[in-house]
């Protein structure tokens, strides 16, 4: 555990500057927006979209990172020193993909303070829109959980792209996004085909989950969860071949 | 260099599926099923006050019965009376509103018609109109819905039912039904007889029973979900079609389903088959 804790340590150390400043950037163009909607030179709509800028721009960037930390490793040649570690290469994959969930966490409260600092009118709208603040926190840490749930499997599907594009000789970034559309495919298949197996499983009442009722009545959410099932053994297995490859396969030269 | 050679060898074996996978099947969008069902039913809140109305009718000269309901429950089903008899129900938000309204009957020839009066102002207020009627066997009888639900059960006769955002729930049926659903939820239940099913945006469950003639299915679903066990078979056309053909019986009685991004569902009772997903 020790060691899980240092690579994380490593990894976390090596995104604090690029999450600073996106940051600062974010909490920047936050307070720019403010002033200009103070001096009412801009109207109270220009914080929404202010606000879903670094919505957007998050995943991109969450992506790239999944990328990023990795390849990070072959440039600075600190790969070898990890391949001679003894660590087993799950610990170096979840360490990343725990990097990644911190990122994201950080950059998602700096958008939400962010938003409740410099934008308290649109704020107190929308407050006005919902149920109430417990409905918000509540169906806001559903929405979170869920969102790192989706994130993790975009994560595990870009290491195993990186880690097969090293394991060939040339054309790596081609070999690298064709594996990333190839494992997708792959996983979906895998749940059409274990669909049968998980039909026995009830419904998820998305509706009761999120108590949309309170928000509009006559609303039905349901998730039909035999068809994921086999999706989400299929991005575990995914994370366990990308992690055996690292360990026992890589190219630390390619 | 071993190693490489295999990752090549897999990563080309597993193109050569892919490809065969968009080719010959569809991709993955062909055949998963949407995980997420949504469906939006506003108007399921009660009104605050309401009103009866109930009608009694011979139906030795009826032989239509044509119902518009909005917001409400229709429920309807078949006696062996020769009497029509409706109870209507009328809800609104306040007495106001409540006292502006009626159910109006209309009786054109052979045709009987129950709908609410116009309002008096230019904006229509929400109001509820809900109706429990039983009809003589055999009769034609047309439900109109809108935000609702309708329930049908042991109805003989000639059934049409044009709904949109309603729950809509056949339990025993013979003679003809002609359903249109736009955004609902179809239950049909022991359906015994020719039925045409035309929806969009809904889900449809249909069970047959097995009944002398049998039944020619002519099924047809676009950017949506067919399954079911009855004796047809499905043919994947491009477009995301589904096309389905086959016959129980002398195929005497047609069954045509048209959907459009729906989840369609076809079951023929006591059918030996395997299950078409």
Request: charge should be positive; avoid cysteine.
């Given at each position: 555990m020790r060691r899980f804790l240092q690579l994380l340590k490593k990894d976390l150390q090596a995104s604090l500057l690029p999450v600073g400043f996106l940051s600062g950037i974010t909490i920047i163009l936050f307070g720019i927006v403010r002033l200009k909607m103070a001096s009412s030179?801009?109207?109270?709509?220009a914080s929404l979209a202010v606000i879903a800028i670094p919505l957007v721009f998050l995943p991109l960037w969450l992506l790239w990172q999944s990328f990023q930390t990795l390849r990070s490793e072959w440039r600075e040649d600190t790969v070898y020193t990890l391949l001679v570690?003894?660590?087993?290469g799950w610990y170096v994959m979840t360490a990343k993909l725990l990097t990644i969930w911190i990122e994201y966490t950080v950059l998602l409260a700096v958008i939400i303070i962010g938003t409740l600092t410099f934008f308290t009118p649109l704020v107190r709208f929308g407050m006005q829109v919902v149920p109430g603040i417990s409905w918000v926190l509540r169906n806001g840490i559903l929405l979170y959980l869920g969102s790192l749930c989706a994130l993790a499997s975009v994560v595990i599907f870009v290491q195993l792209a990186f880690v097969v594009s090293k394991m060939?000789?040339?054309?790596q970034g081609l070999v690298a996004l064709w594996t990333l559309i190839l494992s997708g495919w792959l996983v979906d298949r895998l749940g059409v085909l274990l669909e049968p197996a998980f039909r026995w499983l009830p419904s998820l009442p998305l509706h009761k989950l999120f108590r949309l009722e309170e928000l509009e009545q006559g609303v039905v959410a349901e998730w039909n969860l035999a068809p994921e099932i086999g999706s989400w053994i299929g991005v575990l297995a995914v994370l366990v071949l990308t992690s055996y490859l690292f360990e026992h396969y890589v190219e630390v030269n390619g | 260099m071993k190693i490489r050679r295999i990752t090549l060898a897999v990563l080309l074996l597993l193109t050569v599926l892919f490809v065969a996978d968009i080719r010959y099947?569809?991709?993955?969008?062909?055949?998963?099923?949407?995980s997420v069902h949504f469906n939006v039913s506003p108007g399921i809140k009660a009104p605050a006050v309401e009103k009866s109305q109930s009608f009694v009718n011979s139906g030795e000269e009826l032989s239509s019965l044509v119902l518009k309901g909005q917001r409400g429950n229709v429920e309807l089903r078949s006696t062996d009376t020769d009497q029509i008899v409706v109870h209507a129900t009328i809800g609104a938000d306040s007495e106001e509103i409540l006292d502006t309204f009626e159910v109006v009957e209309t009786i054109w020839g052979s045709e009987i018609r129950y709908e609410i009066s116009e309002g008096q102002e230019d904006e229509m207020p929400e109001v509820w109109l809900s109706f429990v009627v039983e009809v003589p066997a055999g009769m034609e009888v047309s439900v109109e819905q809108n935000f609702g639900q309708v329930r049908v059960h042991n109805f003989r006769g000639f059934l049409s039912l044009n709904t949109s955002f309603s729950e809509v729930t056949v339990w025993g049926l013979e003679g003809t039904a002609s359903i249109q659903s736009n955004f609902g939820v179809l239950d049909l239940r022991q359906i015994a007889g020719p039925i045409t099913l035309n929806d969009s945006f809904s889900t449809s469950k249909v069970e047959f029973l097995t009944i002398d003639g049998g039944y020619d299915f002519d099924i047809e679903v676009v950017n949506g979900v067919l399954a079911g066990k009855a004796p047809f078979q499905m043919d994947t056309q491009q477009n995301n079609k589904l096309v389905a053909r086959g016959q129980s019986g002398d195929g005497v009685h047609p069954v045509v389903i048209r959907s459009s991004f729906g989840n369609v569902t076809v079951n023929l009772k006591d059918f030996e088959g395997t299950r078409v997903d």
């Open positions: 030179a801009w109207p109270m709509e570690l003894p660590v087993p060939v000789g040339r054309l | 099947f569809g991709g993955p969008n062909s055949t998963k099923q949407p």
